[in-house]
């Protein structure tokens, strides 16, 4: 802060009390005349900001150069700044730099200060520099330099061979506005060398190949801000074609892994429809088997119970699997409609096949559950009714015309016919014999050893 008040202090100085005509510049020294003798306080203030000052009454010989401070540039004009340009190159931002005769008065940039239009050719001169140096070194942009023209050049595919000029000592730097952003964005996207040909080509878009070759690098940075929009938009477009060729490929490779999928779960599910038919029939055969037995009833009824279960399960599993097909799908067709609106049209057919499939499959599983839950009902209930049927077991007879009958043989037990009679033989159980109308009927007994006529 102390530096700044000295400074401050001769630059007071310099703009109030020098007349302008007496203002010169020797080799590095600058020579001026102030219009007052107030020796005294002229040697302080000048002594506080330079060294070896040859201050003789109210002549002032300074050497610009000799500044006491670091990090602060004192320049005769705006010719002196233009032409030193190597002194401040890398350290113009943390600068203070002060321009003694700039259109009739002082300008002062402060260390670190904000770019500000009334000192534009302080901020932007050093990025016109660098930024001709830039494009002079960058393979992808120049194809030739040459010292001697002080250009370089570029090649066309529209144009050919491009010229551009260059000034070194360009003052027309302080009407542009701040390059040091657009600069770093060119930075950024010179690495990619589609860009590079866009940005190469959009430079003549404006114009630029109707001006003086000489003029040609000032109309490029006057134009910069709109070229590079320009780019960015030819260089986004370029990207998303490319991406969207790849995207296709890409969706094309998932589509069938979405078909396979489907594939898979509708084999899962065809095995469970084969399967439900014979095991329904498998299950009923063997409960009407033992339908004088309730435990195995029961047992059976279990049995079926669980493999419906089990059933449900892998119902549940194959719906999982649909779910995350179908999650996957909507997904990926947000990100093409976000991304790649106008060219959606390109898969909104596969989409809709997809689609297809997964609700004809989802609509199959609801049928196959509705029909394994009316199965299991109807198989409950018919358990039950076989379960809690008590009644008695009517007689089994059988009646067979006794003139056919010779003989009847039953485990070990053995009639044989005569006279109409039947007479037992080993017998183990007892045969009741009955005539009526000329036939026979037989119902096992309790045996009694004998034979009733």
């Known amino acids: 802060m102390e530096n700044e008040s000295l400074i401050e202090d001769f630059i007071k100085l310099f703009n109030d009390k020098t007349d302008c005509d007496t203002i010169i510049k020797s080799g590095v020294e600058?020579?001026?005349?102030?219009?007052?003798?107030?020796s005294s306080l002229i040697n302080k203030t000048i002594n506080n900001?330079?060294?070896?000052?040859?201050?003789?009454?109210?002549?002032?010989?300074i050497n610009l150069n000799k500044c006491k401070f670091e990090n602060c540039y004192f320049f005769h004009d705006i010719k002196d700044y233009l032409i030193n340009f190597d002194r401040y190159r890398n350290t113009y931002l943390e600068s203070d730099i002060i321009i003694l005769r700039y259109q009739g008065t002082s300008l002062w940039k402060h260390k670190?200060?904000?770019?500000?239009?009334?000192?534009?050719?302080?901020?932007?001169?050093?990025?016109?520099?660098?930024?001709?140096?830039?494009f002079k070194d960058n393979t992808l942009f120049t194809t030739f330099y040459s010292p001697i023209n002080n250009e370089i050049i570029i090649l066309n595919k529209d144009n050919g061979a491009f010229h551009i000029g260059y000034k070194n000592l360009e003052e027309k730097?302080?009407?542009l506005p701040h390059l040091q952003p657009l600069i770093q964005v060119l930075k950024d996207n010179f690495v990619n060398k589609e860009f590079v040909q866009f940005f190469k080509e959009n430079i003549t878009v404006f114009g630029i190949g109707n001006s003086d070759p000489k003029e040609r690098f000032f109309e490029i940075l006057k134009n910069l801000n709109p070229i590079i929009l320009l780019t960015e938009r030819d260089y986004e477009n370029y990207v998303r074609d490319f991406n969207f060729e790849n995207i296709k490929t890409k969706f094309k490779e998932e589509r069938n892994k979405y078909f396979e999928g489907l594939e898979k779960n509708i084999e899962l599910v065809s095995k469970q429809v084969l399967s439900i038919p014979l095991t329904f029939a498998?299950?009923?055969?063997?409960?009407?088997?033992?339908?004088?037995?309730?435990?195995?009833?029961?047992?059976?009824?279990?049995?079926?119970?669980?493999?419906?279960?089990?059933?449900?399960?892998m119902l549940g599993i194959s719906q999982f699997n649909i779910q995350c097909i179908n999650e996957d799908v909507n997904k990926e067709e947000k990100e093409i409609i976000d991304n790649y609106n106008k060219n959606y049209s390109h898969f909104e057919e596969d989409?809709?096949?997809?689609?297809?499939?997964?609700?004809?499959?989802?609509?199959?599983?609801?049928?196959?559950?509705?029909?394994?839950?009316?199965?299991?009902?109807?198989?409950?209930?018919f358990s039950v009714y076989q379960i809690f049927n008590k009644d008695q077991l009517k007689k089994e007879s059988i009646s067979i015309p006794l003139e056919k009958i010779k003989y009847i043989s039953i485990d070990s037990l053995v009639l044989l016919k005569k006279d109409s009679v039947l007479i037992k033989k080993d017998i183990v159980n007892t045969i009741t014999i009955s005539k009526k109308k000329g036939t026979v009927n037989l119902s096992t007994v309790p045996d009694k050893n004998s034979i009733t006529h």
């Not at 297809?356 to 499959?361: C, L, M, R, V």
């Not at 989802?362 to 839950?373: A, G």
């Open 282 to 313: 498998a299950t009923a055969f063997a409960s009407y088997q033992v339908k004088d037995k309730p435990l195995i009833v029961f047992l059976i009824l279990l049995a079926f119970l669980l493999y419906s279960i089990i059933a449900f399960k």
């Open 351 to 381: 989409f809709n096949k997809i689609r297809s499939k997964i609700s004809k499959i989802e609509s199959l599983m609801s049928l196959i559950r509705w029909v394994l839950k009316s199965m299991l009902a109807l198989f409950f209930l």
């Open 30 to 38: 600058t020579r001026f005349t102030l219009n007052t003798a107030e």
């Open 173 to 175: 730097v302080s009407v």
């Open 49 to 61: 900001v330079f060294q070896d000052a040859d201050v003789v009454s109210n002549k002032i010989t």
């Open 112 to 134: 670190n200060e904000n770019f500000s239009q009334e000192k534009a050719l302080v901020f932007n001169f050093p990025i016109y520099n660098e930024l001709f140096d830039f």
